[in-house]
């Protein structure tokens, strides 16, 4: 299956999961496209000042991959700055958050795989 970006529907979510401001969410490829365990395969956008709070995965895990921006990330407990090409994995009951730390938008590739 081929997509082209202007077939791929965009979400927007404000205050997600607890977090400030609005986030942007291209669903690169929904669920039911997608014959494995994804429940989510995603490019979110984080502008300056905008974050997703604290949230756990129970029997899932999460890959953030950052594409562009500087990101503040807190992966249960323990808190990184992250930059492109830097990837966070939570999963196994575990919670994390996301935060803006710059002054321009964050682009991070988000996929949520179930098991």
Request: include cysteine.
């Amino acid at each position: 299956m081929i997509k082209s970006a202007e077939t791929m529907r965009v979400e927007l979510r404000e205050r997600m999961r607890g977090g400030k401001g609005t986030v942007q969410i291209k669903h690169i490829f929904e669920q039911t496209e997608l014959t494995g365990k994804c429940r989510l395969f995603a490019c979110i956008t984080l502008e300056p000042g905008c974050s997703i709070g604290q949230h756990p995965h129970e029997n899932e895990e999460e890959v953030y991959y950052i594409l562009k921006g500087r990101a503040k990330v807190v992966d249960d407990g323990e808190e990184r700055e992250l930059r492109p090409g830097d990837a966070v994995l939570t999963g196994g009951g575990r919670s994390h958050s996301i935060a803006n730390a710059g002054e321009e938008p964050v682009e991070l590739l988000a996929v949520i795989l179930t098991y």
